[in-house]
């Protein structure tokens, strides 16, 4: 959740939405984002809301669980104030940040707050984010037990210099440890690289990959790094201190992830995700790529149910403040035009493995997909049957093509 907020139009003071978002509520899911924004270190390639204060005016780490359930607590009385059909939560995803750097206790007590508020679907996937030493196997234990079914480690490379670069402060040699606790809590287990962090080398690249895979994690998301504008990371760079992350190294580096992933029998179902069987994908996460409701709990956090979006204050302070007066977080919204939604369904639907439906492209830009095909970017067999499916190359150039096509 990158920490500027974009621009919208002034959200109401009591978050009544407008009639649109009822309008097919009932046909899609609905799921919960709470956003715990503390961290015990700012790591100089992070550019999301986050703070390393255990104490900012007006909240804290300890007050923080009671501002969210006061937020989740009001997300149902505007959903039902606006007439968006009641449903329980298919997900809950619990980020930051580290939220377990709480605790589990209050972590549970945000999760109760959801499940008493809203309920839950049988089977509900409920993810928690971990760092490799914000947890204990205690800890993990306690989650498991307030209803947590799914938790993503934050591991990034297993190499002690890339991981120096990157300002993560966690031993590489507790990956397997902490990973073992959680699968013996019972706990599904995803695990997060990073990969093209200046200095780190293709052979660097495929030892995190081997010791990724020695995990037998359930799941695993690699992302290329992205520097982002007014981070550390991007002043080290300026500086010449670190060289710039290269192009042609991050698609050996992500075609590389693929083969070997593929070996040990994971497939790709977004471009950055790979999983050990279907049951095993981020089902939040593709609500997110769908165009599904979710409610975003916390500083900063973005929401979006039937084409309104909105996202919240910033800053923990005046989150805060917000929620004890009772009126809502948000900072600014967006409705969705029809235009703006199909382009939305091309940028996102390209990246997934299941692709997306043809008869979105407009008729001026469909000539680019049979070209596409002979070009090795899109699965011919997929596109006669009418479903734009990238390719692994596809799989390189995949925004590239989003753009074209939008």
Request: glycine residues 8%; contains cysteine.
């Given at each position: ?7 919208g ?49 007006g ?147 495929r030892?995190t ?6 995990l037998a ?44 992933f ?16 279907p ?37 923990p ?76 190359q ?13």
């Amino acid at each position: 959740m990158p920490s500027a907020l974009p621009d919208g139009e002034l959200a109401p003071a009591d978050g009544t939405l407008p009639a649109s978002a009822k309008e097919g509520s009932g046909s899609r899911d609905f799921g919960l984002y709470v956003h715990v924004p503390f961290c015990a270190v700012r790591c100089g390639y992070c550019d999301f809301n986050t703070y390393t204060a255990t104490e900012l005016e007006g909240v804290s780490q300890a007050s923080y669980p009671a501002q969210a359930n006061a937020e989740i607590e009001f997300a149902r009385q505007v959903l039902e104030s606006s007439g968006v059909t009641q449903r329980p939560l298919s997900t809950v995803f619990v980020g930051g940040g580290t939220p377990t750097l709480l605790g589990p206790e209050p972590l549970a007590l945000m999760l109760h707050k959801a499940r008493e508020t809203f309920g839950f679907v049988d089977g509900a996937e409920v993810t928690v984010e971990a760092n490799p030493d914000s947890v204990s196997a205690e800890d993990l234990d306690a989650l498991k037990s307030a209803g947590v079914t799914r938790v993503s480690f934050g591991v990034q490379s297993s190499d002690p210099s890339v991981l120096a670069t990157l300002d993560r402060t966690h031993n590489p040699q507790r990956v397997p440890e902490v990973v073992q606790w959680a699968k013996d809590a019972g706990l599904q287990v995803s695990i997060d690289l990073i990969y093209g962090t200046p200095g780190e080398t293709l052979e660097s690249w495929r030892a995190t990959l081997s010791s990724a895979l020695e995990l037998a994690p359930d799941h695993v998301s690699a992302y290329a790094l992205i520097v982002e504008k007014g981070t550390a990371l991007a002043a080290r760079i300026s500086r010449g201190e670190l060289a710039m992350p290269d192009d042609d190294l991050h698609a050996e580096m992500y075609t590389l992830a693929d083969e070997l992933f593929e070996q040990a029998g994971y497939s790709w179902y977004e471009v950055s995700n790979w999983a050990r069987t279907p049951e095993h994908h981020s089902r939040h996460n593709h609500s997110y790529w769908t165009s599904q409701d979710w409610w975003g709990i916390g500083p900063g956090a973005h929401s979006h149910v039937g084409g309104t979006r909105w996202w919240n204050v910033k800053h923990p302070s005046a989150y805060a403040s917000r929620m004890g007066q009772g009126v809502s977080p948000a900072y600014a919204r967006e409705v969705l035009s029809q235009h703006s939604i199909q382009m939305e369904q091309i940028l996102l639907g390209i990246r997934l493995a299941e692709g997306l439906d043809a008869s979105l492209i407009t008729p001026d830009r469909r000539p680019l997909l049979a070209e596409w095909v002979s070009r090795g970017l899109l699965d011919g067999a997929a596109l006669l049957a009418g479903r734009v499916v990238p390719t692994l190359q596809g799989r390189l150039v995949a925004d590239f093509m989003a753009r074209e096509l939008t």
